[in-house]
C-alpha cells in the first residue's frame, strides 16, 4: 500500500462523497469539489434554458415547481444514476434474479477460521506416500488440493519409480472416493444381516476370541520395517498361538520353490530378453519398476553402427503384452514351452560344455524323432534360422560379449519348463545379475505356495478357533476351491476390509479399513528402498488401519507389549466423522498406540541407524516424510546357486492343434481387488483393446475352423466347469490357444455397483479363476448361438497400407537411419523449396514463428509397451469422464490419448495378410497440436483456438457443438460430451435408457439422482479444480495439459527467468514408466524434446498428406531383428508403398 | 402435338373458378386422412427434438468418428428439395420457359416449406441448440464473432439468404393471386385475411408494372443464391480434409444432385396433387414429362461425377482415396446404402429415356420416390461413409439409426407434408394471373389468325 500525501486535505470541505446527483446539487458545491466546474455548467446551462437569472436559482426567488424542474433536468446532466442507466440496471436485476433461481447447493462453505501455516488457498500440496493398489508398494507424490487428493504421481525421489506410475496405481484415486466402501464403521454379522457395532465392542469381542484359541492371521504380502515388525511382535506375542500367512495372487511362488530364495528380475541389466510363455509386462508379477527398467532395456542407445538396443524373443501361445513388443515372437503351443526351453538349454549346455539331465534328453529325444525339434514342435523358422538355435545363439552371443540375458517364464508352476529356465539363467551367469536375489526387500514376508489354503483349512477344521484375514480376499481368489468353501465353516472369522468382499460377507466381525490415501504404513518396494506411506486426507468415513485395528485386537486380548498400548488420552469432540457424524475411532481413546506412533518408532529406531545420518529424530521423520523414500544399505542375500531338480516324466504333448486353456491374469485389472474401478473398467486391454468385459481370446485359425466370429458368445467347458463368454478373434494366437483373463466376476455387490454392471445379464465379467485349476484338461467350445458387442475402443486392427506407424530394422536403421523417413513422401516436406519446414508446397507459406514457447512432444514407438498408464494420467489430470460400456460400443470414449494398436505382417500367396505371424506396434495418438489445424478453420464459433505457444485450444464456453472440427480431425483425438458424461460414475448406461433418463431429467429438473451419478458423494471430490468439468453438448480434447504449461508462464512472470526444460511436462509424459513420450520446449535447444525430435527415424503422423504440420514427432519403431529379404530389397519409395504397412 | 402450356379452351373464368375451388370448400377425405398422417409424423419430430432438448445429441446415432450422420444427411437432402423450386420458377423464367407457369407456384411452394424443415435441422444438430445464435454475426459486448473462414458460418448466409428469398420470390407472385381469391371470397372472414395478403392489389397499369419488374428482379437475385446455396453446401465438405469430402468436383455436383432430388420431389407432388385438386387440365402430362426430361439430363451429371469420382480416387493411388472410393463404399458395411444410391440414381432414371414411362403418371411416380430415395443415400454416404473410415484405421467406426433418429427422419417428411397440405388449401397452387397471361396471349393470337 502507498500512503497519499495528506496536505491537500486539508483544503476540502469535510463532505465530498455523496450518493447521487441529488445529494450532490442539494449540497452546495464547494470550490474542493471535483465535479464543481461540471456542476457549474450544468447549471449555467440550464439556466439559459429555462430563463431563471443567476440569483433566480436560490429557492426564494423561485416556485418549488421549478424548482423541482430544475433538480430533474440538472440530474439527467450529471454523473450518477440517469434514466438510462437505471434501465440498464433494472434490467440488469432482473437478468441476475432470474440467473439465481437455481436450487442451491444446501451445505455452506465454511472459510478457514485459522489458516494452516503454509497453505496457500488454490495452490496444490504434494504429499509423497506409498501406494498398493497395483499389487506392489510403488512410491508416489499425492496431488492434493485443500486435503483432497486429485492426483497421484511417481515419486521422483524413488529410484525404482523415479516419478512415474502405472495405471492402477494412479487409479486408486477413485478406490480411495469409491462410495461402496464401508460408510459406517464395524459391522457385526447376524446371519445375512450386517449390523454397526461399535469400535470398542468390536476390540472387546475379538480380544475374547483371540484370547480363548489359537489364531489364523492372513494377510497380504507384508514389507517396510514398521508392517514387517508389526507381525514379528504379533507372533512373538501370541507365540505359538499365532499362525501367519501371506496370500499374494501375483507372487512369483514357483520361482520361491525351484531357487528356495524370492529372486527380483533385472531386466534394465540384461541385453536380452529370452521370454517362454511369461509376460514381463503385463503378466501381473511384475510391477512398475520392472517396466521402468524395461523401457531403459529398450531404449535406442547410440548412433550410426553403435545403435542398438535391448532384444526381446518371446516363445509363448497366446499374444502376450511382451509378445505384443517382442522383437522375435515365435508361437508354440503352451504344453510344448517346456521342450522348447529345454531345446535352447541343450544348445546352450553343448556349447558350454555342459550336459542336460537325463529326463530332459531323453524327452528331447522322443519329441525330435527324426527331424529338427523346432520342425516336430512345429515352431517357424526366422529367415531361415531354427528358431530354438537361434534364441540359443543369441543367448550365447550375449554371454560372449560380456553382457547378460534373461530367461523368463513368468509365475508359471509347470516343473519341466521352470527348471530349464532356472538352469539357462544359471548356465548363462545371470544368477545374481539380472536373476537378482540381493535386491528382494529384506523385510518381506513372501507368499510361500499353499500356505495360505493351509491356514484356512487349519481354521476350518477347528484347529484355530479364530481366522483373521487383513486386506486379502480368498473367498474370491480360491473361488470355486474347497478353501473358499472353508472359510464358512470358521469359528469366528474377522475380516479387515474396506467393504463388503466375498470374504468379508462371510465374517463375523468386519472392520473397515483404510485406503492407502488414508492411513500410515512403509513399503521397501526393492531391497535398501524404504518408501513410508503418509495419508494425504482425513479417513473420509469411520474406519480404521488394518494395521491398527490389529493392535486394537492385540490389546484387547491382553498382550500388553509396550509399543502397542498408550495411555488412555480423551477423545477430541471435534473429531466427528463428515458423513456418519459420529465420533471416528480414536486409538488413543482406547488406550491402543496408534498406527502412526509405531510406524514413526520404528522408523526412528530402526531406520534413521541404517540411514546413517546424524540428524535428531525430528528432522529425519520430517525429512523421510517429505522425501518418501529413503535409500539404505541393507544386507545382500546371494542366490544360492542352482541345482537342477529330479524331474519326473515329460508329459506327452497333445496332438498339434488340439485345444488348450490359458487363464491369465487380467493385463488391466490384475487380481481383481479393484474391479469396481470405473477408470480401469475403462481402460482398454493393451493387446485387445477391450473393455468392460472379460472375453475368450480365439486363434483365427481356430475361429474359422469352429466357425466362430468375433462377438459370438461360446461356452466353454473345461473339467465339469462351463462359462460363457464372448468371443475375441486375436491375431497372433497359435491354433488351439484360448486364452481367458481372470481379475473379472466378483459376487454382486461384492466389489461395489460398478463391477456390477458386468454381472451376468448385463456384462460378461466372469470369473475364470476355477478354470485354472483344471486347465490342463482338454476344453470343449459350443455355440450358444447368442452375441455379444465387446467393446473394443478401437475400429480396425491394420495399417491397410497407410503410413501411419512407421518401423525399421535395427540393421537397417543402423546403416542409414534416415531411409525411412525418405521412402516416405516426406523429403521434399523435409527440405522445403524454401528451407523451411514444409517449404513453399503450401499455399500458406513457411509456418508460423513463435516467439516464446513452442510446446512439443515427441512419442518412442520402440519403447511403448501399451500399458495405458498414460490413459489413467490423462484421465485423472484432465477430469475425462467415464461413458460406460455401451457408448464404447458406440464409439464415443472421452479418453484424450489412446493407444493405437496395429498388426502388420507379409500377405500370403492370395494377398490376404497372414493372421498368426504377426508384428505389433502400439501408437499413442493425442492432438497433435498442428500447426495448420484442421480443426480450427472449420469451427464456426471460435472455439478451437491456437495460442501463441503452439497450443491449440478448446473455449468450451463458446462450443456451441457442431463437430465439424472432428469431422475434419484426421488423428480422430477430439471427443464429444453426447451426455451430460460427468454427471455419471460409471457412464450413463448406469443409469437406464435414454428415455428413463430423460424421464428422470423431467422430473428433478436436470439434476437426477441416480446410483450411478458421479455427484454421489464423495465421488465429487476427485476432481482436479483447475480443469474445468465439460458440460454436455460441448467438444474437448488434449491441450497438452494447459494447466501445466500456464501455471508455468505464471511462474515465469513472477520469477523473470524463462522455465528449465523439464520444469513442465504433461500428465502422460510424466508418467509413461518407459518414457516412450518426452515433452518439452521446441524453442529451448537443450531441451530433451529436441534431442529426441532430431533423430533421424522421426516423422510427423499424417503431415506430408494433409499440411497439417504437428508438435507431435514419433520415432519409428525399430525392431531389432534380422531383417528380411524383403526389407533389404525395399530401395524405392513405389516398393515401400507396395509393401504396405511392412517397412 | 401441342406445347405444354397450350392451355385447354376456356374462358378465364373457368380458370378461375378451378384454381380457387379448394379455397372455398370443404376438403375431401383423402386430404384429410393424408393431413392427419402427415401430422401424426410430424409430432415425432418435436417429441424427439423435446428428448433431445432434455438429454443432449447423443440420443441420436452419431458417434466418434461419425460426427454428422442422420441430421446433415437429410439437411441437404431438404436443401437439394429446396433448391429444385427455385430452379423451375426463377431460372425458368429467364429462360422464358412458359411451361413452367402450370408449376412454379407448387414447386416454390415446395422450396418454401423444404427450406425451413432444412433449417430446422442445422439448428438441432448441435450440442448446444440453446446457443445456436451464436452461428450469427451479431453485436455484442465481448467483440465475439463467427469465424469466417468456417464455412458453416457461409452456409448461415446462405440459407439465411436464400430462405428469405425464396420466401419473398413466392409470396410476391402469390400477391396478384391473393387478390383474385380475396374478390371471389364470400365469407367475411375469408375476405379479410386475403385483402391483408393480397397487400392492397388493385390490378392498376401501375400494380403490374411493379410487379413485373419485381418480380424479374427477384428472379435474377435467387438464380445466384440458389446455385450458391448448394454450393456452400458442398464447400462445406470440400474444405475438410476427409476423404470423400475433399475434392473440387463438388459444387456443380451437389447443384446437379439437388436439382436431380427436387424435381423428383415435385414430381412426387404434382401428381396426386392434380388429381386430388382436379387440376389435370392445368398440370398436364406434358409438363410432367419435360420436368422428367430435365430429372434424367442432371440424372446423368450425376451418374457422370460418380464415375469421375471413382476414377480419381483410383488415378491419385492415394491409399487413403482409393480405400474410401474403390474398397469401402462399395463392399464395406454400408455398401448396401452405396448400392441402393446407384440403383436409384443412375439404373432406374435410365427408364426415362422411353416416352412411355415418361408419360405413365405410375411409373414416373414411382421412379421419382426412388430417386428421392436414391439422394436420400447420396448425401449419406458422401457426409457419413467418408468419416466412418477416415485416414486413421484405427478410428474407423461404425454408424447406426437409433429410434429417435427414424423419428427426425419420418418427421420431416411428416412436417413437409403437413405444410404441404395446408398450402394447396390456402393458396392457389397454380398462378392464375400468369396463365391468364396466357389466355390472353392466346387470344391474341387468335384474334390475330381470325383478322389476319
Known sequence: MTSMPDAPHTTRPAKTTWRDAAELTASAPGAGDEFAPEVARALATLRRQHGLSEASCQSDGNTPDELARLRGDLQEMLPGVKRRGFMQLTGAAAVFALAGCYKQHPDTIVPYAQ?????????????????????????????????????????????????????????????????????????????????????????????????????????????????????????????????????????????????????????????????????????????????????????????????????????????????????????????????????????????????????????????RGAKPLFEALGLRDIEGVDPIAFAAGRLLAVKKSGKNSLVYDGPATNAHLGAAVNLLNSLLGNDGVTVDGAAVAATAIAATPGAAAALIARAASGELATLIVVDVNPAFLFAGSPTAKALAAVKTLIVLADRVTETAALAHYIAPTLHGLESWGDAEARAGVLSLQQPAIQPLWDARAAEESLLAFAVAAGVKTASFVQPVVATDPKQVAVVSRRPLWQAAAAGVQSWQNYVRAVWLGSVKPLAKVVVDDRTFWNAALARGVVVVSVDAKALPAYAPPELPAFPLPRPAGALQLVVSPSRVFGDGTWLNNAWLQETSDPVAKITWDNWLALSPADAQRLGFAENDVAKLTIGGIAVKLPVHVQEGQHPGVLQTFSGWGRAKDRAGAVANLGLEGMGYSVDVRPLAAVADQAPTLEHTGETWQLACTQGHQRMEGRDIAREDVLELHRSDPGARRRRGADELWDKGVDGKEGGRLSVFGSSHEYVGHKWGMAVDLTTCTGCQACVVACTAENNVPVVGRDEVRKGREMHWIRIDRYYTSTADATGRPDLLDVEVVHQPVMCQQCGQAPCEEVCPAMATVHNDEGINHMVYNRCIGTRYCSNNCPYKVRRFNWYEYSKYRAGPIGSGSPLVRIAKNI????????????????????????????????????????????????????????????????????????????????????????????????????????????????????????????????????????????? | MSAPHDLPPLTAKQLTDDVTAPLFKLPNLIWFHGFGLAQMLAVLLFVAIGCYCVEGYGIFGTNQPVNWGNDITTYIFWIGIAVAGTLVSAILFLFRQKWRTAINRSTEGMTVMAIQIAGLFPLIHTGRPWVDFWLMPYPNDRYLWPNFKSPIVWDVFALTAYALCSIIFWYLGLVPDFATVRDRATRPWQRRIYSVLAMGWRGRAEDWNHFERAYAQFAWISTPLVLGMHSTIAILAAVGKVSGWHTTIFAPYFVSGAIFGGLAMAIVLLVPMRSMLKLERYITVDHLERLAKVMLATGLLVAYVYVMEFFAAWYTESPYEKHQFLVFRPTGEWAWGFWTMMTCNVAIPQLLWIKAVRRNLVALFLIAIAVNVGMWFERFVIIALSVMHDALPSTWGHYAFTGFDWMILAGSFGLFFTMILVFVRVAPVVSIAELKALLLRRSHRKEEADHG
Open chain 1, 1003 to 1143: 422430473q428433478t429438473s436436470g439434476a437426477t439422482s441416480s446410483q450411478a451419478e458421479l455427484s454421489q458423494a464423495p465421488l465429487q471430490m476427485l476432481l482436479n479444480p483447475e480443469v474445468t468439468v465439460r458440460s454436455r453438448g460441448v467438444m474437448e480434447k488434449c491441450n497438452f495439459c494447459l494447466q501445466r504449461t500456464r501455471e508455468i508462464r505464471e511462474t515465469e512472470k513472477a520469477s523473470g527467468s524463462r522455465a528449465k526444460d523439464g520444469a513442465v511436462t504433461t500428465a502422460c509424459a510424466q508418467t509413461c514408466p518407459t518414457q516412450a513420450i518426452t515433452f518439452g520446449d521446441l524453442n529451448d535447444p537443450n531441451a530433451q524434446v529436441n534431442a529426441a525430435i532430431a533423430q533421424a527415424h522421426g516423422w510427423k503422423l499424417l503431415d506430408a498428406e494433409l499440411n497439417t504440420r504437428p508438435a507431435v514427432t514419433y520415432l519409428a519403431k525399430i525392431r531389432n531383428r534380422p531383417a528380411t529379404a524383403e526389407e533389404r530389397g525395399i530401395e524405392s519409395p513405389a516398393a515401400a508403398h507396395a509393401a504396405g504397412g511392412k517397412p
Open chain 1, 115 to 367: 489458516q494452516p501455516e503454509g497453505t496457500a488457498l488454490g495452490k496444490a500440496v504434494y504429499y509423497s506416500s506409498t501406494l498398493r493398489d497395483s499389487g506392489k508398494p510403488v512410491a508416489v507424490m499425492v496431488k492434493t488440493y485443500d486435503g483432497r487428493p486429485i492426483k497421484i504421481e511417481g515419486n521422483p525421489d524413488s529410484p525404482l519409480g523415479r516419478g512415474r506410475c502405472d495405471a492402477r496405481t494412479q487409479a486408486a484415486l477413485l478406490n480411495l472416493y469409491d462410495p461402496d466402501r464401508i460408510q459406517d464403521g464395524a459391522q457385526r454379522r447376524d446371519g445375512a444381516t450386517l449390523s454397526p457395532i461399535a469400535w470398542a465392542d468390536l476390540d472387546k469381542a475379538v480380544g475374547a476370541a483371540l484370547a480363548s484359541g489359537n489364531v489364523g492371521l492372513l494377510t497380504g504380502p507384508i514389507d517396510g520395517p514398521a508392517r514387517r515388525q508389526l507381525i514379528n511382535e504379533l507372533t512373538s506375542a501370541f507365540g505359538a498361538r499365532l499362525q501367519h500367512a501371506v496370500l499374494d495372487p501375483s507372487a512369483d511362488t514357483s520361482r520361491l520353490a525351484d531357487r528356495g530364495q524370492d529372486v527380483v528380475y533385472r531386466i534394465d541389466k540384461a541385453a536380452l530378453l529370452v521370454s517362454l510363455g511369461g509376460d514381463f509386462l503385463g503378466g501381473g508379477s511384475t510391477g512398475l519398476t520392472e517396466a521402468v527398467e524395461f523401457g531403459d532395456f529398450r531404449r535406442l542407445r547410440g548412433t550410426g553402427d553403435s545403435a542398438d538396443l535391448g532384444q526381446v524373443v518371446v516363445f509363448e501361445g497366446p499374444l502376450s503384452q511382451l509378445g505384443a513388443v517382442a522383437d522375435v515372437r515365435v508361437r508354440v503351443a503352451p504344453d510344448r514351452l517346456a521342450l522348447v526351453a529345454w531345446g535352447i538349454a541343450e544348445v546352450v549346455a553343448k556349447a558350454l560344455g555342459q550336459t542336460l539331465p537325463e529326463a530332459a534328453r531323453t524327452a528331447l529325444d522322443a519329441a
